[in-house]
Structures are given as structure tokens and as C-alpha cells.
């Protein structure tokens, strides 16, 4: 079998608790299965999870359109917030507009994303998920006055 990760060659190595065979990649180490009862753990779901995010699509629809729950697509999305980082800009003579938006959450009662908006390239340069108030507010409007100094 080929390994998902680096295309080594991988060897059978046991059993999942659930019988389905094991294999374990001789170059890289990781150990993966042929095919997986859950969508979730296949590799390029976090890339297709990405690409439907982008393209505006809700967690009900991902969750039918991919065969994953909608906690793990929640799970997911919040994982993959975390690894985004703000474009570097240093260009003077910018716009920028902040602005609040209420989201839906399932386990978070008032959810909220504060974010800042380069209005001549129309790019979110500056975002924090959480509550609404003068610290989140604070935390985008810093990142961008920060910005506008060093330049
Ligand atoms: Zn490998």
C-alpha cells in the first residue's frame, strides 16, 4: 500500500480495535488504514472543508455534502481558524473598516467575529472569534494601528 502522506511504501502492522487492518508507513512513520469507516479521517477533508468555508457554505450542508457530523465539521473548522496567519502588509495610504458579526454557534450562546477589512484590496487582515466587546474590538484595531505605525 502506498502511504497518504509521503507515497512510501507501507507494511501491515496489526489490527484497529475495530479488526480492520493497520499499516504503517516505512518512510514516514504514520499509521494509516486502506479505507476508514468515518469520512473524517481521511486527509484532504480538511482541504475540502477549507475549500467549502471559502465558497460560503454552512455546516448542515458540509456535514451531508462530506458524510461527517456536524460537531466534527465544527471541531474542524475552529482547528483550522487557529493555524491562519494575517497576511503581512506594509504599503502606506490604506483603508481599513471594522466591523462585528454575530455567528451561529452550537455550543456558544453569543458568538462574534470582530474583524478588519483592507478596503483596497478587499482582504480580511485582522479577525478574533469571541464575545462583543471593547478588548475584542481592541485586539483588531491594535493589529491594524500597529501596522500603520511601521509602515
Ligand atoms: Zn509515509
Known amino acids: 500500500m502506498e502511504c497518504r502522506y509521503c507515497k512510501g511504501v507501507c507494511i501491515k502492522n496489526g489490527l484497529q480495535s475495530n479488526g480492520k487492518q493497520r499499516y504503517k508507513c516505512n518512510h514516514c512513520h504514520r499509521s494509516q488504514q ?4 468515518y469520512q473524517a479521517y481521511y486527509v484532504n477533508t480538511n482541504h ?3 475549500k467549502l468555508v471559502i465558497n460560503s457554505c454552512g455546516v448542515s450542508d458540509m456535514s451531508r455534502v462530506l458524510g461527517i457530523s456536524r460537531n466534527t465539521i ?3 473548522i475552529l482547528e483550522l481558524s487557529q493555524r491562519i496567519s494575517p497576511p503581512k ?3 502606506t495610504g490604506q483603508a481599513y473598516e471594522v466591523d462585528e458579526l454575530k455567528v ?3 455550543q456558544v450562546e453569543n458568538c462574534w467575529v470582530t474583524y478588519g477589512i483592507n478596503k483596497k484590496i478587499k482582504q480580511v487582515v485582522s479577525f478574533v472569534i469571541g464575545g462583543r466587546s471593547r478588548e475584542y474590538l481592541g485586539v483588531v484595531t491594535e493589529t491594524i494601528m500597529g501596522w ?3 509602515s
Open 34 to 37: 486502506l479505507c476508514y469507516s
Open 48 to 50: 475540502k472543508i477549507y
Open 74 to 76: 465544527s471541531k474542524r
Open 89 to 91: 502588509l506594509d504599503e
Open 104 to 106: 451561529k454557534c452550537h
Open 148 to 150: 500603520i505605525e511601521t
